[in-house]
């Protein structure tokens, strides 16, 4: 079993940046994928980053590539997502999830093969 929290959450202007951070407890050895979720009001959750452990590979949505980067700190058990150049678009609640059975970075961004998810961190973009 592995339980993740997230922070780094705020409010921010349209074109800065966010960082958020999501520690990773318990069974992390066993982890092959972490991704970045997140969900508006209203709208369906969208898988916005994922990390592919075997060869450190990621994928992003189109919606946020050359804006966001997704990156670990494995000795710290940290999973990490920058955010630049933000867009009122982007607001939402941003939850990170690990996976013990994604099997590639194309999977990475499938909520269907995440089992443990945090609480989220809500992000908002204002104009």
């Known amino acids: 079993q592995v339980q993740l929290v997230e922070s780094g959450g705020g409010s921010v202007q349209a074109g800065g940046s966010l960082r958020l951070s999501c520690a990773t407890f318990?069974?992390?050895?066993?982890?092959?994928?972490m991704g970045w979720f997140r969900q508006a009001p209203g709208k369906e959750r969208e898988g916005v980053a994922g990390?592919?452990?075997?060869?450190?590979?990621?994928d992003y949505a189109d919606s946020v590539k050359g804006r966001f980067t997704i990156s670990q700190d494995r000795a710290k058990n940290t999973l990490y997502l920058q955010m630049n150049s933000l867009k009122p678009e982007d607001t939402a609640m941003y939850y990170c999830?690990?996976?013990?059975?994604?099997?590639?970075?194309?999977?990475?961004?499938?909520?269907?093969?995440?089992?443990?998810w945090g609480q989220g961190t809500q992000v908002t973009v204002s104009a």
């Open positions: 999830a690990a996976s013990f059975s994604c099997s590639s970075r194309l999977h990475a961004r499938s909520q269907y093969d995440y089992k443990y």
């Open positions: 318990g069974y992390t050895y066993s982890v092959v994928c």
């Open positions: 990390l592919y452990f075997g060869g450190s590979s990621t």
